[in-house]
């Protein structure tokens, strides 16, 4: 077992690591270590820094330039969907939260979290190195900005994280630098009651099961509640003339398909209409595509080669959009 003096070595060690001023470690390891009062100050000054940075504050003196040095070291690193291990791969959510969290910050894990991080930027020209560029509605795509509309991004499956230009006006853009105490990083352990509030989904039926399975697929949980709106009225136990059932209204065939067991299980339901909506979302990469999918079958969207002239889907496609709207998606 390590004695009073191996500790303070190991913690004279850290403040190294840490770039932790040594004086004051120094003061307190050559001090009297009767009572305990060495040790007590030496530990303090040693987790200062990791507890600021267990709040969601930055490492001393981190800029935006450190953010765009930390993604530059995953530059080559293939895509691969969910993966957060830059050893296997990673993808555009997963960069970000990568190139933050080699600085100390804990930012949310999906797309959609991250372009409700920090604090918003008015527009790509008062864009700073370092921010957050968010894409699309709702947000399926994230890159951090480099400067002189370049970003860095983890663009899609087959590629590679790699720099290239701003394609297109971002929906949102955020700065986690330079705002107080990094304000909407959270910690690990803060994170579920921080995503509890997250958005528009206060007082909303089924809020959890929504931002549950939104984080699982990475799927907007507004874009669930919105369709669950639209579908049943948040009622459980719908079914609809045409024999679709529960609160997302899944046919029994599509329910089957992606292992849903019982339609009227609200859990069930809403994980198996993410499931579904994430591979419309990435198939067709429009989100009045992926809805229209959703409603007559991705089969009749590829036939048509958009939105199906179905009276049914034609109003339907809108209304979710509204829905999603005064959610706040």
């Not at 040594?22 to 120094?26: E, N, R």
């Not at 981190?62 to 530059?72: C, N, P, S």
């Not at 895509?79 to 080699?102: E, H, I, N």
């Not at 971002?170 to 630098?177: A, G, K, Q």
């Given at each position: 077992m390590m004695g009073i003096d191996g500790v303070l070595a190991r913690i004279s060690e850290l403040n190294s690591q840490l770039r932790v001023v040594?004086?004051?470690?120094?003061a307190a390891t050559s001090a009297p270590r009767t009572g305990g009062t060495a040790f007590?100050?030496?530990?303090?000054?040693?987790?200062?820094?990791?507890?600021?940075?267990?709040?969601?504050?930055?490492?001393?003196?981190?800029?935006?330039?450190?953010?765009?040095?930390?993604?530059?070291?995953?530059?080559?690193?293939?895509?691969?969907?969910?993966?957060?291990?830059?050893?296997?791969?990673?993808?555009?959510?997963?960069?970000?939260?990568?190139?933050?969290?080699?600085?100390?910050?804990?930012l949310p894990r999906n797309s959609w979290q991250q372009a409700k991080a920090g604090t918003k930027v008015?527009?790509?020209a008062a864009a700073q190195p370092g921010d957050i560029l968010a894409f699309n509605s709702p947000v399926n795509h994230v890159a951090i900005y480099l400067g002189d509309n370049k970003m860095i991004a983890a663009p899609k499956p087959g590629d590679h994280v790699k720099i290239q230009s701003v394609y297109?006006?971002?929906?949102?853009?955020?700065?986690?630098?330079?705002?107080?105490?990094?304000?909407?990083?959270t910690t690990a352990a803060a994170r579920p009651a921080a995503l509890r509030q997250t958005g528009g989904l206060a007082g909303v039926?089924?809020?959890?099961?929504?931002?549950?399975?939104?984080?699982?697929?990475?799927?907007?949980?507004?874009?669930?509640?919105?369709?669950?709106?639209?579908?049943?009225?948040?009622?459980?136990?719908?079914?609809?003339?045409?024999?679709?059932?529960?609160?997302?209204?899944?046919?029994?065939?599509?329910?089957?398909?992606?292992?849903v067991r019982n339609s009227f299980d609200p859990a069930q339901a809403v994980d198996g209409a993410a499931k579904l909506l994430a591979n419309h979302l990435k198939e067709f990469k429009s989100l009045p595509l992926a809805l229209a999918a959703y409603n007559?079958?991705?089969?009749?969207?590829?036939?048509?080669?958009?939105?199906?002239?179905?009276?049914?889907?034609?109003?339907?496609?809108?209304?979710?959009?509204?829905?999603?709207?005064?959610?706040?998606?």
């Open positions: 040594p004086a004051t470690v120094g007590a100050s030496a530990l303090a000054n040693a987790t200062a820094t990791d507890t600021a940075t267990d709040t969601g504050t930055t490492r001393a003196g981190a800029t935006g330039a450190d953010v765009v040095a930390a993604a530059k070291k995953y530059l080559g690193t293939r895509y691969v969907f969910g993966s957060t291990d830059p050893a296997k791969g990673l993808d555009c959510s997963a960069l970000v939260q990568r190139a933050y969290r080699d600085l100390g910050i804990e008015a527009n790509l297109e006006t971002p929906t949102h853009i955020r700065r986690v630098l330079g705002t107080e105490a990094a304000t909407g990083a039926p089924y809020a959890d099961l929504f931002l549950k399975a939104g984080a699982k697929y990475h799927v907007s949980p507004e874009l669930l509640a919105a369709v669950a709106k639209v579908e049943s009225s948040y009622n459980p136990k719908a079914v609809s003339p045409a024999g679709a059932q529960g609160l997302m209204q899944l046919m029994p065939a599509t329910a089957r398909g992606l292992g007559a079958g991705g089969g009749a969207v590829h036939k048509y080669g958009g939105i199906p002239p179905f009276a049914e889907t034609q109003a339907y496609v809108p209304k979710v959009q509204k829905a999603l709207a005064a959610l706040g998606g």
